[in-house]
């Protein structure tokens, strides 16, 4: 699972913020060529209910950061 996060350029600032804010490990787009940058990688290798957990959970702290 790919997503861009809009108004977003820089992969590796995205990843940390998943990682610290969300508890969720992603892959920086741009590890996979500069077409990448503002991309995060959720899932290459889990589980469907793993992936929707981890999407629950940045869906949250991002609601909750812009309301």
Known sequence: VWTRFPGEDDSWELFRRCLENCHVSTTP????????????????FNTRENTEMAMH?????YTQQHS
């Not at 590890?31 to 290459?44: A, E, I, K, S, V």
Request: a positive charge; zero cysteines.
């Open 29 to 44: 787009g741009v590890g996979f060529g500069n077409n990448g940058r503002g991309f995060l990688r959720f899932t290459g």
């Open 57 to 61: 959970n940045i869906i949250a702290h």
